[in-house]
């Protein structure tokens, strides 16, 4: 078992998930509408339940795959996923009513819970000081997608809202393809564990996080982030009709822009950031940065200029990654399927959050009665959740090793 076969396939799963997902975001106003018949506000607040139904559906399955992952090995996991996947993008082909959507939406929440399976994959043949390096080389792999998802999507757009989905149907089933003739399974039998439900669902897993170190910190960091950070995939379409009045081409032209953006970030950030600042102040910078980003947001109404504040996003790169090796070093040889189920937990629970705080706000603010016309008012509220994560993040211990040369060791001692 060597990483030459491992990283390739995560990081080719993770591309075409982003390429599946991006595909889909310039289109869905668009097909809310159609499917419900409503117009932009009503699909606004659509969109919000919408986003709050998938994210339930991501919490409660993330934790069970990530057990699931420790069980059974990352290698099933991971292709009953992308199955998944291929079923739910067919459905969304030929869903005609608003329910179907979303059950739609909720299965690419549970099948989008193997991250965690991916994640401990890395994890599983990873040192503890190069996890940041790879992690970021998976973040890469989704800015690239998101480079092609976007486009593919505006173009396929303007030919109709359903034919984004055929193309995310196709690349899911060829990703399985590869990984059932490719992959390698990352876990050896002697290191897996026996599955309980007391520790696979969301109860388990906070019981769980209680009992190691720090972890509960690093979780509500990446929560805060995670909400903050949703105000681009939940808002972006809705917020380009109504603050800058673009096209789906226009849409998914912004997107790849934001991918360019966050696979150079990945790239060349990433790596030199973390060796310079370490883990924690990278993140830091990284949270700073988005934070004013989301304030130009909030007032810009230009399409130069918002083009312009995408520059930065490059070095909002090493937050993801960072925040994912401080959550992995917290885990031992046999819990990183769980740990990282905690980690995905923790976005899902950013993303119970998000709808309500991000979209409703938006939907509020441009409703016919809303007291002022702000389709940016969502990022100013990202914004302040960014503040928040990085208040949460400062206040972390720090953790200590006694070596980071061994891919696989027990948990790090904690200091204040």
């Known amino acids: 078992m060597t990483a030459s076969r491992t990283i390739p396939f995560i990081v080719a799963t993770i591309f075409i998930d982003a390429v599946g997902f991006g595909i889909i975001m310039p289109v869905l106003p668009q ?70 959507l979303f059950v739609a939406r909720a299965l690419s929440g549970v099948f989008g819970g193997s991250y965690a399976a991916a994640q401990a ?19 890469a792999a989704f800015g690239v997608g998101f480079v092609a998802g976007p486009a593919i999507g505006g173009f396929l757009g303007e030919i109709g809202p359903r034919a984004p989905f055929v193309a995310a149907a196709i690349l899911a089933a060829a990703n399985m393809l590869y990984g059932l003739f490719i992959f390698p399974e990352t876990l050896p039998p002697e290191r897996r564990r026996a599955f309980d439900w007391r520790r696979a669902n969301p109860l388990g897993a906070l019981q769980t996080m209680r009992g190691l170190p720090g972890m509960g910190g690093v979780a509500s960091v990446l929560t805060l982030w995670q909400i903050a950070s949703l105000v681009y995939p939940m808002t972006w379409s809705f917020y380009c009709i109504a603050q800058l009045g673009w096209t789906p081409g226009m849409i998914g032209a912004s997107l790849a822009a934001v991918g360019v953006m966050i696979a150079l970030g990945q790239a060349f950030v990433v790596g030199p950031m973390v060796a310079r600042f370490g883990e924690r102040d ?66 899902g629970l950013g993303q119970l959050v998000a709808p309500i705080v991000l979209t409703g706000t938006m939907a509020y603010f441009t409703a016919a009665k809303a007291p002022v016309h702000f389709p940016g008012a969502a990022f100013i509220v990202s914004a302040l959740f960014g503040l928040l994560a990085i208040l949460m993040l400062r206040r972390l211990p720090r953790v200590t090793r006694t070596s980071d040369d061994a891919p696989n060791q027990m948990p790090p001692s904690v200091t204040a």
């Open 31 to 100: 097909l809310v509408m159609e499917v419900g018949r409503i117009d932009l506000p009503h699909a606004i607040e659509v969109g919000a339940w919408i986003g709050l139904v998938m994210a339930v559906a991501t919490f409660l399955a993330s934790p069970v795959l990530g057990n699931l992952s420790d069980r059974f090995g990352r290698r099933r996991v991971l292709l009953l996923s992308l199955a998944g996947l291929t079923i739910d993008y067919a459905l969304l082909t030929v869903v005609g009513t608003l329910p179907w």
């Open 121 to 139: 994959a890395i994890a599983d043949i990873t040192k503890p000081a190069e996890r940041a390096r790879n992690f970021g080389f998976v973040g």
């Open 282 to 347: 990278a993140a830091t910078i990284g949270i700073l940065i988005a934070v004013a980003n989301y304030v130009g947001f909030a007032f810009v109404t230009s399409t130069w200029g918002a083009f312009l504040l995408l520059l930065p996003v490059a070095l909002q790169a090493p937050v993801q990654p960072s925040l994912n090796a401080l959550m992995s070093r917290r885990a031992t040889p046999e819990t990183q399927g769980e740990v990282q189920g905690i980690s995905a937990m923790a976005m």
